[in-house]
RNA sequence: GGCGGCAUGGCCGAGUGGUGAGGCGCCGGACUGCAAAUCCGUUAACCCCGGUUCGAUUCCGGGUGCCGCCUCCA
């Protein structure tokens, strides 16, 4: 078994992990701000996708890199007057907790720029003594593109046809297209003794440090946005491929789509449309915003509305019900065992060729839509799908949903369903009020109804029996 | 100007050379003391013009529109 990706170097689908192991750099944060939801999306697929590997019994290695000292954070620090470590420190837990915040786990190796100094150093040396970059001796060091031959080849661009730009300048480059591999610092900016005097790393050569430090044998996959296609992912290629021409640097390079408003397009902190992670959690939940993510394919961008939102907190929560009727089932039939098998291969065809997730979800809402039918017909079915309830368990939390398991109490013979242990009393309230109902009680039932709502408790009758949740 | 991507039913969004993914909504129904839910069913699409083909939404060419990138934005 092994996945294909649709690498975006040659557009073809590539197999990785055909011995079993995967390895995954994905292009992190520069820690200068609160992450957007935007920069939420690679985190969360990507998290989503180590899961899926996991259980499908791959080893991988994930590592996700934290840009710690980069021109931004500069900038923010003086803006403030503050360090530039405080910058990093504060953004860095920012990022952290709203990971927490969408329930992703922390890759398992978090590489910091600025602990890998005397590697890009090496690095950097490398390319110089192969003549793919060069000193002007102002204490900057830059990259000769023109020494890469193939350089363009990720975004699929020509050197000779780059427009030029303003940011571009020359300055002490012999081209405009040379990019910085190392900057000389000015005073109070972040610094380090190099041999061209004291500076800090340009930005591509970090991950090219660290994908080769974390990942020796070259990284399977590498994920990153389509905007860092160029000039990041191509900076980053020519300064390893330039450097180690003879080793493998990355086998499938799997770009995510852009996440945009509708009105204002992408979103961007340097358009200013930008809507933190937070509040888009506290308006709709994680479990909304992962199925909005994986109702696209990564490959393609997305569009952010709360309409859109809240139509994906209700498809979320369908599959919740579902599971919430078929949870606790004691037995199996041949229909259930199908549908078990059914599910399973068909999650397993949609990730495994290019991760298709909005397939996979299809898969899961199809074979849901058969279980409802099938108890609708025959509502005693309703205990007779432990295979499927174990197979949806198991598929929904390896995708990162928080799949609520919901209790059963039993009082005076009374089953009553809950997922939020009530206090002391509820219960026996609830029992009452349904004892009440069975005797055409409705003043009583009203009454008690009333009173756990004015509580926070939510009481719904079903035909199997009353469900209890939180108001 | 260059490069890349995308155009699918009211909306979101997969996919395929020929039997209409899936979700949300609408509508119909079931359940129901009331309430709130929930469940079932149905509805409906492939941007325009050519071409290839027995047959194209799917392949090719052209057009239009939208999006991204073109040196440090995920």
Redesign the pocket.
Known sequence: MSVQIRDTLS?RLVEVGEGGNIGLYV?G??VYNHIHI??A??PLFWDVVVRYLRSRGYGVTFVQNITDV???IINKANEEGVSWQEVVDRYTDSFHERLDLLGVNLPDVEPRATEHIPEMISLIQELIEGGHAYAPGNGDVYYR?ESFPSYGQL?????D???E?E??QTGSKESP?D??LW?ASKPGEPSWESPWGPGRP??HIECSAMVEKHLPEGADIHG????????HHE?ELAQSAGAHPDHTFVRAWAH?G???FAET??????LGNILDVKDAVDRHGRDALRMWLL???YS????YSEN?LE?KR??Y??LQ??YSRIFGSTSSSELDAGLARELRERVDRAMLEDL?T??A??AI??L??RV??E??ARPGAVHEFRALAEALAEILTTFGFDLAEESVAEVNGIRIRYAEEPEAGVLARVAEREGA?RSKD?AL??RLRDELKAEGWL?????EGPVLGRR
């Open positions: 557009g292009c944060p520069t935007g920069n999306r690679a980069e021109d931004k593109v975004s699929r661009q020509r050197p046809e780059m427009r730009t940011k571009a297209l990019f910085a900057k340009g930005w990153g946005g389509t905007d860092l296609r160029f000039p900076n995510h852009m996440v945009n397009g992408k979103m961007a902190k340097s109702q696209s394919h393609q961008p997305i569009e859109i139509e209700r498809s929560e369908r019900h579902l298709n909005p397939e979800v299809a809402f199809e849901a839509g409802g039918a108890i609708s109902r409705w039932a009203d009481v719904e009758d079903t035909p």
